[in-house]
């Protein structure tokens, strides 16, 4: 007798788990990504000439260097994601889990402004 038995849409196997994962975050990495962009772009328009002398190479390495955290911290969600799949509200989860994603992305968007409006803009100098 199989005790294991699993919800059709439910991914079987800790592979499977993970490529599901995979799927669902990594694409909506790309929209992520866009949001922090278009919040940096509007900052830069709204106040370029107060933002024109901070272009400079080393203030683009040390933009990089924060995409790259975002990025990373963007991957946080695989360590709610998982354990929720493994969990006995997988299923369900997998239909809800938008709304971490949604409000991961919110707290990106306002983080980014924040710093922005906090940490950098007040020390560029014109």
């Given at each position: 007798m199989n005790?294991?038995?699993t919800h059709p849409s439910q991914p079987s196997g800790f592979g499977a788990?993970?490529?599901?994962?995979?799927r669902y975050w990594e694409r909506r990495r790309i929209i992520y990504n866009v949001v922090l962009?278009?919040?940096?772009?509007?900052?830069?328009t709204v106040t370029w000439p107060h933002f024109q002398p901070a272009f400079t190479?080393?203030?683009l390495l040390r933009l990089t260097g924060l995409a790259l955290i975002?990025?990373?911290?963007?991957?946080?969600?695989y360590l709610v994601d998982i354990p929720m799949q493994l969990?006995?509200?997988?299923?369900?989860?997998?239909?809800r889990r938008w709304t971490l994603w949604l409000?991961?992305?919110?707290?990106a968007f306002v983080l980014t402004n924040y710093w922005i409006?906090?940490?950098?803009?007040p020390f560029v100098h014109g």
């Open positions: 005790t294991s038995q788990l993970l490529t599901d994962a995979g962009g278009a919040a940096v772009v509007v900052w830069l190479w080393l203030n975002a990025n990373l911290l963007y991957c946080a969600a969990s006995a509200v997988g299923t369900g989860w997998r239909n409000l991961g992305t919110i707290f409006a906090d940490e950098i803009y």
